[in-house]
């Protein structure tokens, strides 16, 4: 998402990290690519790709040609072709790199919805495209006041200007088919633009508006995520999470992509596992599994009409039971194979020194009250001695 720092000024400046909004920190570059074919020249007799990738707001990213060969360099503030009129973006790649990333998003080179570009905008271009950024704020919050006069279940989350100001593109959400074309009417009226609606998805309403998750960095979806695939409860539970639809939930209001980062590896283990309803039967009585740590490798497992007293098994023990199980070989109690968990207790701090001591620059709390104390027995003595009768 677009950094607050990396904005441009009123002269079309960059301000902040003063890199024409290609920091290293990707604040204002959604996966931004290195383009390590930068200082080499083309072999002998090969033209450059002319494709350029150019990027709008909130890391929009779209392909074009560069059929004037203009000399672009990453950064620079570039007038495209439009559907109708121009914008204004920012190029964020040239080079043969283009062709692989075009690849990657499964756009053809002879596509011929890949528009051109006009030429590096002049200063008067860039100062539509700032004013036109300046309205968006205001017009977006008018938007919706009209959507609430016409009593109409959506909202409008983000407006996108085009460069030369015609034409603004409304992204908005909703639960069901909104009928809207009362709201365009109003809309054109008050803000002599031309109006598209989009409708988004929540989770790509949290990518383009960014923000900060539960684990304190930036969210995935806005910063790195491109694919959005669908999560279940079933990710936590295999997970082992406590079902918490406060902790589980993003800024979206879904399920967290990043249950699904590390459910392939709670998969695969568990696959060496014997199943959470496994029932274990023994002479004492029929033992039911109560809970499972994949990291240790235990199973924790109690009798029936006996909860509170859980029983400590590893994987082997459990299948080793139930093949005995299987075998109609009976089976004593599972206190034969409870196994006795060794807790190595870590210190909490650790001197790294090796001699120091945190408190070393401590004063003594008692120091004082010793030292008055001292004092003051000196001179109860002195007082004995000098009030002695003669």
């Not at 203009?70 to 973006?89: E, K, N, R």
């Not at 968006?136 to 919050?141: A, D, G, L, N, V």
């Not at 029983?311 to 109609?328: G, S």
Request: with cysteine; charged share 25%; glycine share 8%.
């Amino acid at each position: 998402m677009g950094c607050s720092s990396c904005s441009t000024s009123t002269n079309g400046a960059p301000r902040g990290c003063k890199n024409n909004g290609t920091c290293g920190s990707d604040g204002c570059n959604k996966l931004t690519v290195f383009d390590w074919l930068a200082n080499m020249s083309s072999p002998s007799g090969q033209e450059d790709f002319n494709g350029v990738e150019v990027r709008f707001k909130n890391g929009r990213k779209s392909f074009f040609y560069n059929t004037e060969s203009l000399p672009l360099t990453i950064g620079d503030i570039v007038t495209t072709q439009a559907t109708s009129g121009h914008d204004v973006g920012i190029v964020s790649l040239t080079g043969g790199l283009v062709k692989v990333q075009m690849k990657k998003k499964n756009v053809s080179e002879d596509s011929s919805e890949i528009l051109k570009i006009y030429r590096k905008s002049s200063q008067s271009d860039i100062d539509n495209w700032v004013a036109s950024r300046e309205r968006e704020e205001t017009i977006k919050k008018r938007s919706r006041q009209l959507a609430i006069s016409l009593s109409l279940k959506m909202k409008i989350s983000d407006v996108e200007f085009q460069g030369d100001g015609s034409k603004a593109t409304f992204y908005y959400t909703a639960e069901s088919r909104v009928d809207f074309r009362q709201l365009i009417k109003n809309m054109a009226q008050e803000f002599s633009i031309r109006i598209e609606m989009r409708q988004v998805g929540l989770r790509q309403e949290a990518s383009r508006l960014g923000g900060v998750g539960s684990c304190g960095r930036e969210l995935c979806c806005s910063t790195w995520l491109t694919d959005f695939r669908s999560v279940s409860t079933s990710a936590a539970r295999y997970q082992q999470l406590a079902l918490n639809p406060q902790k589980l939930a993003g800024q979206c209001g879904k399920l967290k992509c990043c249950l699904n980062f590390e459910l392939d590896t709670y998969q695969d283990v568990l696959k060496g596992f014997p199943k959470s309803d496994t029932k274990l039967h023994t002479e004492k009585g029929l033992a039911v599994c109560q809970k499972v740590d994949i990291f240790k490798g235990l199973m924790w497992f109690a009798y029936k009409g006996d909860w509170a007293n859980w029983h400590t098994l590893t994987t082997d023990q459990v299948k080793e039971i139930k093949a005995l199980n299987a075998k109609k070989t009976p089976v004593a109690a599972l206190e034969e194979y409870t196994s006795q968990l060794i807790l190595e207790e870590k210190s909490s701090f650790e001197n790294v020194v090796g001699q120091d001591s945190l408190t070393r620059f401590d004063t003594p709390k008692n120091s004082k009250r010793k030292r008055n104390k001292s004092k003051n027995r000196n001179r109860k003595n002195t007082q004995n001695k000098t009030q002695k009768p003669t």
